[in-house]
């Protein structure tokens, strides 16, 4: 499970999705702002999955290192 790329892809999508929510305010294009604010959710999905699969492999192993013993 590789979990830095969920956690790249998140940051991005977390950051660019500010950006267009911001833009979209600021410009009252409210297709935009709420494109930005569904992109900003979607970035912030992936880095929590990023994170739970960090959190699963660390379970991996330490199971796997107690069974060595």
């Known amino acids: 499970m590789n979990s ?15 950006l267009k929510e911001g833009v979209g305010k600021a410009s009252g294009n409210e297709d935009m702002e709420l494109e930005g604010s569904i992109q900003k959710t979607k970035g912030q999905v992936q880095k929590l999955s990023g994170a739970v699969k960090d959190t699963i492999n660390k379970g991996m192993d330490l199971l796997r290192s107690k069974s060595k013993k």
């Open 4 to 18: 830095n790329n969920d956690k790249l892809k998140g940051l991005v999508n977390d950051a660019v999705g500010s």
